[in-house]
């Protein structure tokens, strides 16, 4: 538990092995800050070790996690992410996909998920595409990301949004694309607002473009809201 930097230094990065990992920095939103929680959450069931990765949040978590307990599933943490994890177990498919594909029809909710086995890596985006998800290339090895500033800082090629609705598996034979679910778009506005890093370009724009059209429309609308707010704003700067 702590700050990415404090973690992951140079000297830990060098000693890691391996050709394909997933990580995922926690905004607790469902589940307490404590390290059961932390994510990739890391599981093995019947088909073999497997991490999870998610953003975002279960409508129908509670439910879910309820008809679980009672059909004999023992819960390690107290996050939604892993009620996915059970409803994969649960299924009677054979492949990867289509246990994803499972266990997602029965959830309601927001989800932008990454899956890492041996011997492939899943990504998912919901119906509605409520967070971004983008898909990236460096060096012939795919990239998955929450944001395309995260591409940027390593000079990866941008390549496209996944989009709503869509499951891309990612494996030895390269990149395959699955479209199990319409697309019902729904944007998250509060990830052009708040979220995500001004530099990000998100449902097709581009997040400081926005936000300082934003600006410019409050100022339209309502020049006495714009001025409480940058005098709040300079009140921060210079007494934080």
């Known amino acids: 538990m702590g700050l990415v930097a404090d973690i992951f230094n140079e000297d830990i990065l060098c000693k890691l092995t391996g050709y394909s990992a997933i990580g995922h920095v926690r905004y607790s939103t469902a589940g307490s800050s404590l390290l059961k929680n932390a994510q990739p959450f890391v599981v093995s069931y019947s088909q073999g070790g497997i991490a999870v990765a998610h953003n975002g949040n279960l409508l129908n978590a509670g439910l879910m996690r309820h008809e679980l307990e009672d059909s004999g599933s023992i819960f390690q943490s107290t996050m939604d992410t892993e009620i996915v994890v059970h409803l994969m177990a649960t299924s009677r498919s054979s492949s990867l996909v289509e246990r994803i594909i499972d266990a997602l029809s029965r959830i309601k909710g927001a989800y932008s998920l990454l899956f890492l086995t041996e011997r492939e890596m899943v990504a998912v985006r919901d119906p509605h595409g409520f967070h971004p998800l983008v898909l990236g290339r460096l060096k ?11 591409l940027d800082l390593i000079e990866a090629e ?7 609705g869509e499951i891309v598996l990612i494996d030895d034979h390269g990149l395959t694309p699955y479209k199990p679910f319409s697309s019902l778009n729904k944007f998250c506005i509060f990830e052009l607002v708040y979220f995500s890093r001004p530099d990000s370009n998100i449902f097709g724009r581009n997040v400081y473009a926005v936000r300082k059209e934003m600006g410019r429309q409050l100022a339209r609308e309502n020049p006495v809201a714009l001025l409480v707010m ?5 009140y921060l700067l210079r007494w934080g």
């Open 230 to 234: 940058l005098k709040s704003l300079l």
């Open 140 to 150: 012939g090895a795919y990239i998955v990301s929450s944001e395309t500033c995260a």
């Open 158 to 164: 941008y390549i496209r949004e996944i989009e709503p």
